[in-house]
């Protein structure tokens, strides 16, 4: 059934006749022309508060006032109004009081009259509250002084109370008439320095208490804010101000989920903002973890379970904040994965909603659409809402059962009538409804199922008595005394013997599914050992127990990776951050290109201290983005979304990325220690990496070292620089190429980088670790063995000096391009082929050493070496790569190998390539079992060798 649209025009001219006439009685003059008319009745249509103000202050409408309301400038830009030198407490609530109703009035103007969108007026209502907050703060700090003159520290230094703003305050988007939550804190303890000698504490106080009184005590004015202090700690029962240690105290013992969220949005809105932030970055651990933290489900289960009571009591069906499909649940759904993530995903880290939905789209938590809805939803609730509290001045957040009322406020939104504005505001409701209740489907199902009877009794008589044997052989773990083992360790360990009883009643039901899923997968005893291991290292983060009990596919995929892989459940094990990834919804979107990487890299770096580097703090991220991309690569191959060729170069790839970012930290830090040396500015600092081996042939594994060397400008190594601690070149180099070094190879508790071989330089193990690129070139022509050249080709320039970089390709292209006898390189690449092999294969008749077995990896690379050698002088093309890939690519488009000798050698390195990563992944030597493919791949490359007549033996 519709309605029609209700006229308010008599209305209107009622109340436009009205203020014309208390205009002429207080002889203020009203101009209505440009619009002012319309834009007036506008204004009283949406908000009788407007109309009361008018009407009892006909100044409001006089033209300076209207120019207010034209000005898009916030509050802190006409702060001169009120007056910081009054000093009787009456006239300065007054004044405050009468600046918070002019500027309110100028919010509603410019919303009504579509001046401003709705985050302007969010943005424009928590400026008039900080204004306010400060100016009351300053007129409190200042009736003080006389008595208790300025607070001090130990050591004598000036303090300023710190106010803290929390919700919508905290958030930057504070309703148009809201209270404000506060949190008052001071920076440490001490006393003041006046007549009346106070401690801090009792100073500050007094202090909050008389600036709340400013703000909030009703007089004849009416109020500025309400102001809630009850999110301190211990709520009403706490001290009004708290130190910065009893803040930090209280949080690390007795802080709570829901204590956590109300954080997020914290941060400094008056007093000394400076020390304000040193206090959220202090409770940040506090707010996000480290890791990811599932424990947050908690957190929003207790909120839920009391905004659910509250609906329950009354009825809040019209409530847009709390009601089904409001802005409470929209905020929930951001604000979860804030807590979840925020400790790994700095950008999360934002106060507002709007921006954290933002960065929860561009990191892929939240798809695009869904995002669209929940920013539409939002949007449109905050508007109505804001409309709504002005239409009176009233924090309220539901829709009035005066039909007409909300009719007004329908037609002052721009909707036709009320069912028009009933019908949009149910289909915003209901799409964010629908997002909240699959975001709580794991919340609403109560308890998970500890599984079957039998696992749970089977569980049980372990931990009471040891259990048998023979039952866990029964259910598929042999040997299974080795796992009776293992299991009762984990049940008698100190950290399970330990725990609460609410985290033991959790490890109590988890146990007994992590049996039943271990027990079903491919190899259940190595699976189940695995577990128990990983649960030793996580048993104390409640997090991942939360995770692993409350989500049935976290613990599927968990389960079926510790039977699938044991490097990779090796690495969870070691680094329980990794967890993280397994779990992540953006598993599969691996940055996998430098560009990628390096951004990711100077995303987590941005986060860093930039103030007061630390170096550790750098490399221990490293470390973390390393782990964390190279076994999402691991499980890109484990699960065939990568093939081994694209996997193998995507790890060169990070690995590439990481050197040069751990080159321009070296820079930074002989920049700081030594200087510049002269004629460097900008581009480099004369020093280049080059990688050799599988990293300079981008054919890395996952547990490869890096084959670097390091090349400088000549024409720099005499001269020195000009720091405080001088070089010369040469030996500033060297520090830099030594600290590379030591950064890539150091261990944190995230582990290391890469282990580092640096023998491949000239003359081995004896040489400098730095080398000039024309000592490398010299070098590289007059005294290189051939097997020097055979390593040039799988050679590339990884990071550094853009110089430098040409002139080691030109190096690389001089010496590689030699003409050469073809006979005679093919001889001495076979003799020294067939050396290596007989000193080296570790084949059987059963099995494949895959780098060095006859028809392996190793044959391919010296083919390959071989061609590049012996007819580079002619086809000069064969020196665009050093990988294999390539390089056979290459040798078959100019001829070198026929279309079908180029199709089966390219085939078989892939099947090679992907059986040595393979058993990598499963924590094996790189030795196969003779299947046909592998045995046909190898006679395939033999049968290449061959026929170029490379005896390879």
Known sequence: MTTAAVSFSDFLESRYAHLLARCREAGVPFYDDAGVAERLQRVLLASDFAYDCFSRDPALLAPEALMLMSDPRPADARIWQLDPGERDEARQMALLRRFRKREALRLIWRDVNGFDEVIDTLDGSTALAETCIEAALRYAEANLSPRHGRPRDAQGRAQRLVVLGLGKLGGGELNFSSDVDLILAYAENGQTDGARVVDNETYFARLGQQMVKLLAEVSVDGYVYRVDLRLRPFGNAGRVALSFAAMEQYYQREGRNWERYAWIKARPVAGDLAAGKRLCETLRPFVYRRYLDYTAFAGLREMKALIDAEVARKDLTDNLKLGPGGIREIEFIVQLLQMIRGGREPSLRVRGLLPALAACEQLGFVEKARAQLLRRGYLFLRRAENRLQMLRDEQTHALPADELLVERIAQGLGHADRAAFAAALAVARAG???????????????????????????????????????????????????????????????????????????????????????????????????????????????????????????????????????????????????????????????????????????????????????PEAEIELLQELKHSLGFRLGLAFLGRRADAVATARRLATLAETIVATVLAQAERDALRQHGRLPGRSGNGSGLAIVGYGSLGAAELGFAS??????????????????????????????????????????????????????????????????????????????RAWTWEHQALVRSRLLAGDHALARRFGDARAAVLGQPRDATEVFAHVATMRARWRAERDRSSAAELDLKQGAGALLDIEFLLQALVLAYAATIPALLQASDSANLIRLSAQHGLLTAGQGESLAKAHAVLLDAALTCTLDARPRLAARTPALSAASEDVLAVARALGLAFG
């Open 432 to 614: 964010v409804a629908e997002e909240f209740r699959a975001l709580l489907a794991p919340l609403d199902k109560g308890s998970k199922p500890a599984g079957d009877d039998g696992w749970v009794a089977l569980w049980q008589n372990l931990d009471r008595d040891g259990g048998d044997a023979s039952e866990l052989a029964a259910a598929g773990f042999v040997p299974a005394e080795p796992v009776r083992e293992a299991l009762l360790g984990l049940t008698r360990s100190p950290a399970v013997r330990s725990m609460v009883a609410a985290s033991r009643e959790r490890f109590d039901r988890l146990m007994p599914q992590l049996l039943q899923a271990a027990a079903a997968s491919r190899a259940p005893t190595a699976c189940l050992e695995r577990l128990v291991r990983l649960l030793h290292a996580i048993v104390r983060r409640a997090a991942y127990l939360v995770l692993l009990d409350e989500q049935p596919g976290a613990r599927k995929r968990l389960i079926a990776l510790f039977a699938d892989s044991a490097w990779l459940a090796e690495r969870v094990i070691a680094h329980p951050l990794l967890i993280d990834d397994l779990f992540d919804p953006r598993l599969d979107a691996v940055p996998v290109d430098r560009s990628a990487i390096a951004g990711e890299i100077a995303r987590r770096v941005a986060t860093l201290d930039a103030v007061d580097p630390d």
């Open 705 to 782: 070292d890096l084959d670097l060397v390091f090349l400088y400008d000549e024409a720099l190594g005499q001269v020195e620089s000009d720091g405080a601690k001088p070089l010369d070149g040469q030996r500033y180099y060297a520090r830099i190429a030594q600290r590379v070094v030591h950064l890539l190879t150091t261990m944190t508790r995230a582990g290391r980088l890469y282990e580092v071989d640096v023998r491949l330089r000239p003359d081995g193990g004896k040489g400098l670790l730095v080398t000039s690129v024309q000592g490398f070139a010299d070098y590289q022509r007059e």
